[in-house]
């Protein structure tokens, strides 16, 4: 079974401070990993994923995200918190390379707030 | 340009009704699927096909039905609607399993 925790419901930064969102997932096969975002009233929008090449994950808008394996860990940075970034932001774990399912399991999500 | 639309995007009915949700992507994949996201944001996947072909089915009421007429759509009826049924419903399209998936704008069901 998949499952993925993502810890702080809320986290709040000031702008222009590092951006540290954390996510772990349990996985009994190698997992694909995805970090989204969801704007107020909006769908989600894919920030990054992991599929088992690079540990380190570029994304969009400077969000990066590193897979640590030891840590069962795919936390989610961004050096500089800018206004635009306050959004809820979902971790997901899929079956991954030779998984059984093709379902993306979420975490509960994590409301991101930048302060001015 | 809408890559995943859905429509339509709030819909507010009374307890008991039938309902339906549309969604159509023009991304040319073959995998849709719909989630269902409730009052505390947690999303849950309900339904997924492949080419037409249902092969996610979560354990859902069997007052939902998806349908799929084309590769392209992906329709969710709602039977004998509830008031635990009002959430947001995402559709969301992939090429195929195990690929990235894209997320419509969601629509927005509430039960009276």
């Known amino acids: 079974a998949q499952s993925v925790t993502q810890l702080g419901s809320h986290v709040s930064v000031s702008e222009g401070a590092l951006v540290l969102l954390r996510c772990n997932y349990s996985?009994?096969?190698?997992?694909?990993l995805f970090w989204y975002v969801q704007y107020p009233n909006q769908g989600l929008q894919l920030l990054l994923k992991?599929?088992?090449?690079?540990?380190l994950v570029k994304g969009i808008n400077g969000f990066e995200a590193e897979f640590k394996k030891s840590e069962t860990s795919f936390h989610l940075t961004k050096p500089s918190a800018h206004m635009s970034d306050a959004a809820e932001y979902f971790c997901a774990v899929s079956g991954g390379y030779g998984g059984a399912t093709n379902k993306l399991i979420f975490g509960t999500g994590t409301l991101l707030a930048v302060q001015p | 340009d809408t890559a995943v639309s859905q429509t339509p995007k709030y819909l507010v009915t009374q307890m008991g009704n039938d309902k339906s949700i549309k969604c159509e992507q023009n991304?040319?994949?073959?995998?849709m699927y719909w989630y269902k996201q409730d009052s505390k944001k947690f999303l849950k996947i309900m339904f997924s096909y492949n080419n037409k072909e249902l092969i996610i089915n979560e354990t859902v009421p069997n007052r939902f039905s998806p349908k799929s007429p084309d590769k392209a759509h992906l329709n969710l009826h709602i039977n004998s609607l509830e008031l635990g049924d009002s959430a947001v419903y995402f559709c969301?399209?992939?090429?195929?399993?195990?690929?990235?998936?894209?997320f419509g704008p969601g629509t927005r069901l509430l039960v009276l």
């Open positions: 992991y599929t088992s090449a690079a540990t």
């Open positions: 996985s009994s096969v190698p997992p694909y």
């Open positions: 969301a399209s992939s090429t195929g399993p195990q690929e990235t998936q894209y």
């Open positions: 991304l040319g994949h073959d995998t």
